[in-house]
């Protein structure tokens, strides 16, 4: 499967935005899907991720929930990651990935990745 993600952008601390991965490629609701983040000088974060098919399973990082959700449409193809009270330590690059195991949170697990978005969230 080949990911591409969008929708990252500058925006000012307390703004929201969303970010889409759209999926080429047959089978996408076999996936589970999540999305990390990378800012200069640190690891990759796990963020969120979302199960197969209805999605009807979420789990999260504890830095971003309450304030992240993670959605998927499987007839779009697409994962999204709604972001709200933005602040400017959540600017990084925001990667979105595609994984077969069961709750995949550590970037080993999963073996697709997008291209990246970047996220600046100003102060």
């Known amino acids: 499967v080949q990911l591409q993600a969008s929708g990252g952008g500058l925006v000012q601390a307390g703004d929201s935005l969303r970010l889409s991965c759209a999926a080429s490629?047959?089978?996408?609701?076999?996936?589970?899907m999540g999305w990390f983040r990378q800012a200069p000088g640190k690891e990759r974060e796990f963020l969120a991720g979302?199960?197969?098919?209805?999605?009807?399973?979420?789990y999260y990082a504890d830095t971003v929930k309450g304030r992240f959700t993670i959605s998927r449409d499987n007839a779009k193809n697409t994962v999204y990651l709604q972001m709200n009270s933005l602040k400017a330590e959540d600017t990084a690059t925001y990667y979105c990935?595609?994984?077969?195991?069961?709750?995949?949170?550590?970037?080993?697990?999963?073996?697709?990745w997008g291209q990246g978005t970047q996220v600046t969230v100003s102060s």
């Open positions: 490629g047959r089978s996408f609701g076999n996936y589970v």
């Open positions: 990935a595609a994984s077969t195991r069961y709750t995949p949170r550590d970037a080993a697990e999963y073996a697709y």
């Open positions: 979302i199960f197969r098919w209805s999605g009807s399973t979420t």
